[in-house]
């Protein structure tokens, strides 16, 4: 599903990815940890193209993308991964002016330009998925942290994403709502959806993900296949340090 | 008193002209001053140098030297326009290019996630553009866009410099006929501010509309 080859990223001088190279096979859940700053959100925006590559490759879906083409087929590239790659993020991103039906709708109706009956049928079908059918016609501002961030992974999965991108979900939320949320990317996975998340939910990342990716100073440390080994006893040093500091609290 | 009731009429139609250049400046110079906002964030660079060039020309002269040289600066190349044709054309101009700060203010002012979130979805720039960051960036520059175009109902009076009978042009001329200031100039000063009035209350009503999120 996606094979990232000898991806670097820099911000001018500043190198946030170092020569990362990694394969994720269809419906494996992956969670993406490591201290702030380690370049796990920028990881994660190179795979849709909202980060531009330094160098290197990136294949989603059948799709490359590499650091090395003419803007133009870069341009092509990045538009055919998005087309099966839905994104969430972690400032939920909702469109205000729209409602939250008009917000799952959105894409359905200018990307696919499918008809608005059957974009309705849909974006209702996905609204009762994430329990909030009954706020199909509220504006973003008049809902939770927790009910944005449902509709906004409705929004997503709208476009039938063969691939989920999660970048800290649930990091500005409430401590009270960052449960649906998380009961609803559960689900996501059981039934077979391939995701990255970044996340600073733990204990989320061990009981669902299938493998952990532990990144720090922009270099993937430990790509642990055992998520619950992982978390009881990390093989490097760095990600040792790190579950130490974790566990602290 | 009894004097402006005689001249009514002849300040209704001066009112009339002020309103209509006033209107269809305001519309050319939305639209101009859209299309320059759009250059100047979205454009390349020789796009984003146009518009900049555009704009501080447009707000470094006084309005009343381009209304002259659109009127008679024209004429030199064989292009004599009429006076009100002129006068919109100068207005449009210049309005585009407060319209088009205002504008480009607006749109940096809508948050880069609501692009990203566009893009991520699978819509091209420009599909995000006119379907998400251009509607939100309209809320945002009504009060700075409403300022101006009270302004330049204000600045149509400029124009009675070249021979609009507009607003201030009919004060002027029935002040050169009976010889008398006061009346004729408050009572344009009156008919000016309730248009100004109006035009605030339709800018309140449109900018309630815009906030039902």
Known sequence: MITVEHLAKSFGDHEVLHDISITIPAHEVVAVIGPSGSGKSTFLRCLNGLEQLTSGKITVNNHTLDADMKKRQMQQAIFAIRQHTGMVFQQFNLYPHKTVIENVMESLLVVKEMKKVDAEKRAKALLEKVGLLEKIDAYPSHLSGGQQQRVAIARALAMEPALMLFDEPTSALDPELVGDVLNVMKNLAEDGMTMVIVTHEMNFARDVADRILFMADGKIIEDAKNPKQFFEAPETARAQQFIQKVNEF | ?213
């Open chain 2, 1 to 213: 008193m009894q004097l402006i009731l005689d001249n009514w009429q002849f300040l209704l139609q001066g009112a009339y002209y002020t309103l209509m250049i006033t209107i269809i400046s305001m519309f050319f110079g939305l639209i101009l001053g859209l299309l320059i906002a759009i250059l100047r964030v979205k454009g390349n660079s020789v796009g984003r140098n146009i518009a900049r060039f555009y704009v501080s020309i447009i707000r470094g002269t006084p309005p009343l030297v381009q209304i002259f040289i659109v009127y008679y600066g024209l004429s030199d190349f064989g292009l004599q326009l009429e006076p009100i044709p002129a006068a919109c054309i100068a207005l449009s101009i210049n309005i585009a290019a407060y319209v088009a700060e205002a504008f480009r203010g607006a749109l940096q002012s809508v948050p880069k996630g609501q692009m990203e979130a566009a893009l991520a979805s699978g819509m091209t720039e420009g599909q995000a553009m006119r379907r998400i960051v251009i509607p939100q960036a309209f809320r945002y520059a009504i009060p700075p866009i409403g300022n101006t175009f009270v302004g330049m109902l204000k600045e149509t009076s400029l124009v009675s410099a070249i021979a609009v009978t507009e607003l201030m042009r009919a004060a002027q001329l029935l002040v050169a006929q009976y010889y008398t200031y006061l009346p004729f100039y408050l009572a344009i000063a009156v008919m000016y501010w309730v248009m100004s009035m109006f035009f605030t209350f339709i800018l309140g009503k449109i900018e309630k509309k815009l906030s039902v999120y």
